[in-house]
């Protein structure tokens, strides 16, 4: 991923096109990060599995 020059503004100082972009590239993070957390679980859950089988 390409890094971007950054402008730090608060969201009520960004104009409605501003805005957009932020809450699109929020929603893509988000998501990203939705997406690691499952495949996380999944691994956890999966680690706890054979640890009760062993016992």
Do not use: F, G, W
């Amino acid at each position: 991923m390409k890094k971007k020059n950054v402008i730090i503004k608060s969201y009520d100082e960004m104009d409605d096109k501003e805005k957009v972009k932020y809450n699109e590239d929020r929603i893509q993070y988000l998501e990203a990060e939705n997406e690691y957390l499952k495949k996380l679980q999944a691994v956890v859950q999966a680690r706890k599995n054979r640890q009760s089988k062993k016992e």
